[in-house]
């Protein structure tokens, strides 16, 4: 049997233990899952606790409690932890040590040999305090690995051709980006930017603060006031920012928070995703400008990249994964978990450190999007049938999801009064439904009688057998309808040629629908290809700022263009409303934008009369 290394994420809020298993990179199991807390504490009878008790210890009794240990790395500092201290190279060593004796309870046989990760930007100091945690931890560290670097060897163990990668690394609380380049077997970091004091902590932070002043506002009580009170709050925004990576809309609830005058008080807030996006823009904002900055400092733009890569729990939020794509114009890579995505290249090099063959990552992800058709307009006719377009496709599972998976949107009715709606499920990459596959259809009746814009949440359920379950729900009653259908993952991605589908046909069994559901109103149809029927279909929520960015970007071309032609003294005028113009709509201040809107319409309207 050959010596056993493993690799190590000492992450500054989780921290992960993995090793090679077949070949192939596997994460172990060490609280209840294969994440570890970074937090150390002592309990009121002086025990030591290490990870998720730690952490719950935290906010009631931070003085017997350390966490975020990681940022004094390399410092001559002590940490206080309740009559005693420790240096910082202790306190790791004890989430090192806590790693190690429960890899070698899962194992049976002892784990003396260790790669341990760190940021890019440690310098040596940082690098040796890592080193020392470890040995006193007693594990005989063969190599510190930069943390960029493991999350692409994840990704791509062989990197034979000239690579570059971008990694997106926001965890919990810090941010890095990392330009890394591969060839032939040598990995180099050309650039790497960050801040060590953002990340999801801050938007737990922010989600928590929200949630707070709501209740405050309605009961006249101060959750933060209260430690107990706080720290619940706290583990339920939490749950609820995870739960909103998924879903559109959560619900926060916790039973006897508080209490006013003797009367128990209990928390019920429903937020939206995108009421937690408001929250954290500003955040996710700067963390695009490192990004710009990580591309300059390695002189490359956008283009140069071959991949993306995401690192870290919070870049499981849907609006960091559509920003980066936005800007970098290139789809990102999660399917390997962010969250254990370091670890798991650490495990990497730890094989190749030890001459094992290793094969790529296995996991299972959906190869085809799967959403619903629905009613889109076009951005200059907002309010008119002039610009509809009936076969928009909206998705919900996007290709390469991890499996299981579990998606929701919000829609909303078209018409006044909108009695019925249309629920026709596509497969494929195409905006167009009509160039996407057709998997089944089912009707929700009976939505109540009011003005357009009822909301209807759909969510898509994807189990690794490939059966997919659709659900449609009125949020406003909870009236819901759902289909089940088994094959989803093996029906093909392309029916375009009546031809084709009919040899498809053939060959291929069609969709088994699965009614045995008994929890709701179930309904099936055998799967076609064309949008069928005239019933009305759901058009997408818009989102706050939707129609004054339209108006905006459209009142900019024309400034531009007008621009061109103006007199001095008109074209001051037109730069110093412009710049107030771009200034609301990057910072989505919705009310400036449209007073700035009004005004430089009004300019437009005097130039284009001069």
Known sequence: MSELIVGIDLGTTNSEIALLRDGHPVVLDVDDGP?????????????????RPARNQWVLAPERTVKSVKRLMGQAVSVRMGDQEFSPQEISAMIL????????????RPVRKAVITVPAFFNDTQRQATVEAGRIAGLDVVRILNEPTAASLCYDPKHRELRRTLVYDLGGGTFDVSIVQAQDGVIEVLASHGDTHLGGDDFDDALMRYVAEQFRERHGVDLLASAGSKARLLRAVEDAKKRLSDHAVTVIEEDFIAEKEGVPLHLKVEISRHE?????????ERTMMHVERALADASLTPRHLDRVVLVGGSTRIPLVQEMLSDRLGMPVHGEVRPELVVAMGAAV????????EVGAVLVDVTPHSLGIRCIDFDDEDLDS?????????????RRNTPLPASRSEIFQTVVDRQPIVQIDVYQGESSDVRFNHRVGTFVVEGLSPVPAGNQ???????????????SAREKATGLQKAMTIRNALTRPREAIEASAQRVDRLFLPPPIIDDTLADDDESSLDAVDEPAGELPVLIPAPREGQRESVQAKALLEKAEKLRLHAAAEDRDDLDRIMTRVRTALTERRWSDLTQACEDLSDLLFYLDDA
């Open 456 to 470: 209807v949440i759909v969510q898509m359920d994807l189990d690794l057998n490939g059966m997919l379950r659709v």
């Open 97 to 108: 040590r806590t790693l190690k004796e429960r890899a070698e309870q899962q194992l049976s």
């Open 385 to 397: 049938d002039s610009g509809r377009f009936d076969y928009r496709f909206a998705p919900i599972i």
């Open 349 to 356: 090099q730890a094989a190749l450190i030890g001459g094992e």
């Open 35 to 51: 994440i570890l807390p970074s937090v150390v504490g002592l309990a009121d009878d002086g025990r030591l606790l290490v990870g």
């Open 276 to 284: 937690f996006e408001c929250l954290i823009h500003d955040a996710i």
